[in-house]
C-alpha cells in the first residue's frame, strides 16, 4: 500500500487549482444560473412554477445528495478519472436537454445527469486540492470554489445572450459543447502519489497479516480453480470414454493404472471445486466486512459533537439560504421595485460578492489564532440576519445590500472542507465530506418547494380559499 506523501503546498497544486476553478465554472455556471432558462421552460411547456422549479433545484441537490456515491467513486477510481468522466456527464446532459419533449425528461437529463455530475466534479476538485495543500488549504479551497460563483456571474447573461440569438435549444447545445473543456482540465489532475521517485519498498511477507496472506493465496488460485474446473470438465467429457475403449485392447495391468489415475484427477477436481467454494465464502464474507466497517465508522463519525452539529447547520442553512439565489428577483418585484432601478441583477450582485468572500473567508481560514469553526458559525448567524431583514426592504438599495451580504456570507463553502478537515481529520475527510454534502443536497432540494408551499398558502389565504377560510 502506497503511503500518503507529504502535501507541497505549492509546485503542481496551483495547477491543481486552476484547473479544480475552470471545472466548478464550466460545471455549476449553468445550473446556478438557472434562473434565465427557467423562464423559458415556463413558456415552453406551460407548467406550475412550483414544478418547473424542480428542474434547478435537482440540478443543485442531486449531485449533494449523492454525495457519498460521489466520494466512494473518488476513492475508488482517483480524481482525475471521475473528473474526466463527469465531463462528459455535465456536457451530455445539457446537450440532450436541448431535445427535451416535456418536463419530466428534463428532471433526467438536466436535473440528474446534470446534477450528478456536478457532485463528482465538486468531490474530486475538493478531495484532491485537500491532498496537495496542509498550511494553504484555505486560500485553494476558497480560490476553487469561486468558480462557481464567477460561473454564476457570466453564464446568467451569456445564457440570456444565446437565447436571443439561438433560441433554447441551441443555447443548450452550446453551453453544453463549451462543458467539454471539462476533460482536459482533468487530465491536468495529476495524482499526488504520481511522481518520478522511486516506488517504495515492498513489505516484507513476515510482516503481512496472516488474513491478508491468506486471502491473496486463495485469491491467486481462483484462475487455477477456473482452469481445472474447465480441464475437468472436457476430460470428463471426451478424454473419458477413450480411455475407456482404448483399454479394452490393453492388458489387465494398464487397465488398472488407468483406472487409478482416473480417480486421482476426479479427486484433484472434487478437491479444487471445494477450495473454489471456500474461496467464494471467504470473499462474499471479506466484501460484507467492508460494507460493515463503512457503516461503523459513520457511526463513530456521528458521535463526534462537532460533526454532528455540523451536518444539523448545512442541512438547515441550505433550506433557508439556497432559494434567495432564485427568487431574489420575484422578491424585488414583488416590493413593487420598477425595472428601470435595477442597475445590476440582484442575482449577479450574490454570485460576485459569493466570490469575494469565497476568498477573504479562504484566507482568514489559513490565519493560525482564528478558529475556522467560529469563523463558520459566524457566517451562518450573519445570513439568517440578513434574510430575516429581507421583509423590511423596500427599495432596490436596501434588497442590493442584503444580497451583497448574504451572498458574502454564502462564500462559506470554502471553508467548509476546511473545517471538516479539523474535525474528522484529512483521513476521514472523503467519508465525513460526502454525508455532509448529501444533508446539503436534501436542503437545496426542500428549500424551493417549501418556499413555493408558504407562497401559495399566503396566496390562498389572500384570495380566501374556502380550505383556508376560517371557522365560523
Known amino acids: ?226 482452469s481445472i474446473l474447465e480441464k475437468g470438465y472436457s476430460e470428463e467429457k471426451f478424454v473419458r470414454p477413450l480411455t475407456i475403449s482404448a483399454s479394452k485392447q490393453e492388458s489387465p495391468l494398464h487397465e488398472k493404472e488407468s483406472a487409478t489415475a482416473q480417480t486421482k484427477e476426479i479427486d484433484v477436481y472434487r478437491k479444487k471445486v471445494v477450495e473454489q467454494k471456500y474461496f467464494c465464502k471467504q470473499l462474499a464474507k471479506r466484501k460484507w466486512q467492508l460494507c460493515w466497517n463503512y457503516w461503523s465508522e459513520t457511526v463513530i463519525l456521528f458521535k463526534n459533537k462537532v460533526f454532528s452539529a455540523l451536518f444539523i447547520a448545512i442541512l438547515l442553512f441550505d433550506i433557508g439560504g439556497f432559494p434567495p439565489l432564485l427568487l431574489m428577483e420575484d422578491v424585488a418585484r414583488s416590493a413593487n421595485v420598477k425595472e428601470e432601478e435595477f442597475v445590476v441583477p440582484l442575482v449577479s450582485i450574490i454570485g460576485i460578492m459569493t466570490a469575494v468572500g469565497k476568498i477573504l473567508l479562504g484566507i482568514l481560514a489559513d490565519v493560525k489564532f482564528i478558529n475556522t469553526v467560529y469563523l463558520y458559525s459566524a457566517t451562518l448567524v450573519s445570513i439568517s440576519l440578513a434574510l430575516c431583514a429581507i421583509p423590511f426592504a423596500k427599495s432596490y438599495v436596501s434588497l442590493a445590500i442584503l444580497s451583497g451580504i448574504i451572498g458574502f456570507f454564502s462564500g462559506n463553502w470554502s471553508i467548509f472542507p476546511y473545517v471538516t478537515t479539523k474535525t474528522v481529520g484529512i483521513e476521514k475527510l472523503t467519508h465525513a465530506y460526502g454525508i455532509l454534502m448529501f444533508f446539503a443536497g436534501a436542503g ?26 376560517s371557522c365560523p
Open 1 to 226: 500500500m502506497m503511503e500518503s506523501k507529504k502535501p507541497p503546498d505549492g509546485g503542481w497544486g496551483w495547477v491543481i487549482v486552476i484547473t479544480s476553478f475552470f471545472t466548478q465554472f464550466l460545471c455549476y455556471g449553468s445550473p446556478l444560473a438557472v434562473g434565465v432558462l427557467y423562464l423559458e421552460w415556463l413558456d415552453t411547456f406551460h407548467e406550475g412554477k412550483g414544478k418547473t422549479a424542480w428542474v434547478g433545484s435537482l440540478a443543485n441537490g442531486v449531485g449533494l445528495i449523492l454525495s457519498p456515491i460521489c466520494s466512494l467513486s473518488v476513492e475508488s477510481f482517483g480524481a482525475r478519472s471521475v473528473t474526466i468522466f463527469s465531463g462528459f456527464m455535465v456536457a451530455g446532459g445539457l446537450m440532450i436537454s436541448a431535445y427535451a419533449p416535456n418536463l419530466y425528461f428534463l428532471f433526467f437529463s438536466y436535473g440528474a445527469v446534470v446534477g450528478l455530475g456536478c457532485g463528482l466534479l465538486y468531490t474530486a476538485a475538493v478531495t484532491i486540492t485537500c491532498q496537495y495543500f496542509d498550511k494553504r488549504r484555505g486560500l485553494a479551497l476558497g480560490l476553487i470554489s469561486t468558480g462557481s460563483s464567477v460561473g454564476l456571474f457570466i453564464y446568467a447573461a451569456l445564457q440570456r445572450e444565446l437565447l436571443e440569438l439561438y433560441g433554447l435549444d441551441g443555447c443548450l447545445l452550446i453551453v453544453g459543447a463549451v462543458a467539454l473543456n471539462i476533460l482536459p482540465c482533468g487530465i491536468l489532475m495529476r495524482p499526488l502519489g504520481s511522481s518520478n521517485s522511486p516506488p517504495p519498498e515492498k513489505t516484507p511477507v513476515e510482516s503481512v497479516s496472516a488474513q491478508y496472506s491468506i486471502y491473496n493465496e486463495k485469491e491467486k488460485t481462483l484462475e487455477e480453480n477456473i
Open 444 to 469: 437545496n432540494s426542500l428549500g424551493p418547494p417549501i418556499v413555493g408551499m408558504v407562497e401559495w398558502m399566503e396566496l390562498a389565504l389572500e384570495l380566501g380559499s374556502p380550505g383556508f377560510k
